[in-house]
Nanobody, 125 residues
Framework: QERLVESGGASVQAGGSLRLSCQASGLLVDRACIAWFRQRPGRGREGVVF???????NYADSVKDRFTVSRDTAKNTVYLEITNLKVEDSASYICAAATGSRCYYYTDWSLFRVYGQGTQVTVSS
């Protein structure tokens, strides 16, 4: 059974950093397209970074200077490091996975096949 489990969310002050984890089972993170989305209060779901088996990740313009994604194949986990956290980063961060050659083009939430439950990040000023 394919499954994604996020962790690492916390309540932090603006300017701090966090590393979120997305641990996969039933699929290999280095053979799947893994995306991080965030759901902010009163806003739609936003894709912040998309990773691919053999290409550099694609970041949303709004986060590329502060978000860094990495992958640990031994732990089958994808990490999202967020630095210089801002109040507007407060959101539920959710990872999603898709496989197949077409996943390289996926940016829409609905096209992914496996979803985590999300991890909450709350940033205070």
């Amino acid at each position: 059974q394919e499954r994604l489990v996020e962790s690492g969310g916390a309540s932090v002050q603006a300017g701090g950093s966090l590393r979120l984890s997305c641990q996969a089972s039933g699929l290999l993170v280095d053979r799947a397209c893994i995306a991080w989305f965030r759901q902010r209060p009163g806003r739609g779901r936003e894709g912040v970074v998309f990773t691919y088996p053999d290409r550099s990740p694609n970041y949303a313009d709004s986060v590329k200077d502060r978000f860094t994604v990495s992958r640990d194949t031994a732990k089958n986990t994808v990490y999202l490091e967020i630095t210089n956290l801002k109040v507007e980063d407060s959101a539920s961060y959710i990872c999603a996975a898709a496989t197949g050659s077409r996943c390289y083009y996926y940016t829409d939430w609905s096209l992914f096949r496996v979803y985590g439950q999300g991890t909450q990040v709350t940033v205070s000023s």
